[in-house]
Structure formats: structure tokens, C-alpha cells
Nanobody
Framework: QVQLVESGGGLVQYGGSLRLSCVASGRTFTFSRYAMGWFRQAPGKEREFVAAITTGGSTYYADSVKGRFTISRVNAANTVYLRMSSLKPEDTAVYYC?????????????????WGQGTQVTVSS
């Protein structure tokens, strides 16, 4: 069992920045061994991939956030971050972190096994 807790969401103006955090825990869970991802879901829309980071630190991004968002991880703190800048109203969504325990595309949410409760990000125009 793995628990993921996101934080850092909030209300920000167009062009602003936020940093989301996700802390992972579990009795037998070794954070450094697994890829982590961030997804988001806007009202009335399906959940979509935002970013992922592998155990080796390789990163993947959705085209819509490339150059604006940065995913990183600190294994010693069991934490994955999502730094978001140049935020736009269309970035408004609930943001979720997730852990991929096995294999499969980083871009597909059905390849992730545990999810956090989400944190709301609202970008005002």
C-alpha cells in the first residue's frame, strides 16, 4: 500500500507560478525505485497526463506544458515536485500525483497504481 499526499495548489493569476509537492509513504515502499507522474483533471474533462519522471531522472511532458512546467524528485524526502510557471486559465484543474509500480507508457493513467487525493489549481484571468 502506498499513500500519496499532494499540496501546494491554490489560486494564482495569469502568468503566475506555483509549486506542487507530493509526498509518498508506505511501509514497504521504496520511493527511489519507481517512476512518478502528475496528471490533471479539469471540470467536465477527462484526466490528462502532465509530466512524469523516471527513477533515473528522465522527464516527460505533455505538449501543452513543455517549457512551462518542471517535474523533479528528491528521493531522500520521498517527494516529487511540479513547478508550474507562466500559468494560464486553461491550466485550471485538480492535479494528482501517481506512482507507476510496474511498466507501460508514462503517458497513460491506467499504468499508474496509486493516486493522491488531488490539489486544486485555479488560474484567474
Amino acid at each position: 500500500q502506498v499513500q500519496l499526499v499532494e499540496s501546494g495548489g491554490g489560486l494564482v493569476q495569469y502568468g503566475g507560478s506555483l509549486r506542487l509537492s507530493c509526498v509518498a509513504s508506505g511501509r514497504t515502499f521504496t520511493f527511489s525505485r519507481y517512476a512518478m507522474g502528475w496528471f490533471r483533471q479539469a471540470p467536465g474533462k477527462e484526466r490528462e497526463f502532465v509530466a512524469a519522471i523516471t527513477t533515473g531522472g528522465s522527464t516527460y511532458y505533455a505538449d501543452s506544458v513543455k517549457g512551462r512546467f518542471t517535474i523533479s524528485r528528491v528521493n531522500a524526502a520521498n517527494t516529487v515536485y511540479l513547478r508550474m510557471s507562466s500559468l494560464k486559465p486553461e491550466d485550471t484543474a485538480v492535479y494528482y500525483c501517481a506512482v507507476r509500480l510496474y511498466s507501460g507508457s508514462y503517458y497513460r493513467d491506467d499504468n499508474y497504481d496509486y493516486w493522491g487525493q488531488g490539489t486544486q489549481v485555479t488560474v484567474s484571468s
